[in-house]
């Protein structure tokens, strides 16, 4: 910008005459509007981000290991599929509901702090695939 200064102002432009077409560069047109500023979402907007999801896990024992504030990832595994796909990673665990006496083989239930385009994805998945967690 300062060499168009120069061009502009002549070879025997002085440097003062320089700064000053800096300056008017730099400025807005008369009349122009000038462009909002990014702003961060506010942590009230960024924790609405967020969601409880309620998830069943396959196996209850390893449901037994976890705490709240655990970090998991969550591996969903389709009847006939030839691979397990990952739903969530590094999900926060929210809570740890405490299974009744007489649940069998029907898994356990926790509850993450997802994403809600994640929460979306693990209710789609529980709902075709046996879901799996891995502590990170």
Same mark, same amino acid.
């Given at each position: 910008?300062?060499?168009?200064?120069?061009?502009?102002?002549?070879?025997?432009?002085?440097?003062?005459?320089? /700064?000053?077409? %800096?300056?008017? /560069?730099?400025?807005?047109?008369?009349?122009?509007?000038?462009?909002?500023?990014?702003?961060?979402?506010?942590?009230?907007?960024?924790?609405?981000?967020? +969601?409880?999801?309620?998830?069943?896990?396959?196996?209850?024992?390893?449901?037994?290991?976890?705490?709240? !504030?655990?970090? +998991?990832?969550?591996?969903?595994?389709?009847? !006939?599929?030839?691979?397990?796909?990952?739903?969530?990673?590094? /999900?926060?665990?929210?809570?740890?509901?405490?299974?009744?006496?007489?649940?069998? %083989?029907? !898994?356990?239930?926790?509850?993450?702090?997802?994403?809600?385009?994640?929460?979306?994805? &693990? /209710? !789609?998945?529980?709902?075709?695939?046996? &879901?799996?967690?891995?502590?990170?």
């Amino acid at each position: 910008m300062t060499a168009a200064a120069l061009a502009a102002a002549g070879a025997g432009g002085s440097v003062g005459a320089a /700064a000053d077409a %800096d300056a008017r /560069a730099g400025s807005a047109a008369p009349g122009a509007v000038a462009a909002p500023k990014p702003s961060r979402p506010s942590r009230a907007q960024r924790a609405a981000e967020m +969601v409880s999801a309620p998830v069943r896990i396959a196996d209850a024992a390893t449901v037994r290991l976890l705490r709240r !504030g655990d970090r +998991v990832d969550v591996i969903a595994a389709a009847e !006939g599929a030839p691979e397990a796909r990952m739903v969530a990673s590094g /999900a926060r665990v929210t809570e740890v509901p405490k299974a009744p006496e007489t649940v069998g %083989d029907g !898994g356990a239930l926790i509850v993450l702090s997802v994403p809600r385009a994640t929460a979306t994805e &693990l /209710a !789609g998945a529980g709902a075709t695939s046996r &879901l799996a967690v891995t502590l990170c």
